[in-house]
């Protein structure tokens, strides 16, 4: 298996509401929720970097598509990275994403290992981490 991951796929309990807080709020592009006319079939994909898509899926069909019963979502269970170039995009990002529906769990602060982040969740739970490593330049 190359080591590469081309989709990350969320669980979410609304589906509307996501696409709303992702492309509305954040930005992000999408064509929409695709798939209504099959069970357990609507999903909403959006593009993030090249060759890494943003999907999502109501928790009920991937636990049905999977074959696994599903339990409580657990936000400590994982979190996105987001890399940026500054503090102040760090801040900006943060203040976007609250102004979008997001719950700040860690408002953005200097970290203990020289960078600058902060975390929030979005509407279904699932935490972001905002950070600017020093040490980790991004390029577009």
Request: a negative charge; hydrophobic letters at 40%.
């Amino acid at each position: 298996m190359k080591p590469a991951v081309s989709v990350i796929t969320i669980g979410v309990d609304d589906l509307q509401q996501s696409v709303h807080f992702y492309r509305d709020g954040l930005g992000f592009p999408t064509e929409g929720i695709v798939g209504e006319e099959f069970e357990h079939g609507a999903v909403a994909f959006f593009d993030l970097q090249a060759g890494l898509k943003l999907a999502v899926w109501k928790r009920e069909s991937i636990a049905h598509e999977a074959g696994i019963t599903a339990g409580q979502p657990n936000p400590a269970e994982f979190t996105l990275g987001h890399n940026v170039n500054s503090k102040a995009e760090v801040d900006a990002i943060m203040e976007k994403a609250e102004r979008a529906g997001a719950f700040i769990t860690d408002p953005a602060h200097e970290a203990f290992w020289g960078g600058y982040s902060g975390h929030f969740q979005d509407p279904d739970g699932h935490l972001w981490e905002i950070v600017w490593n020093p040490g980790w330049m991004e390029t577009d």
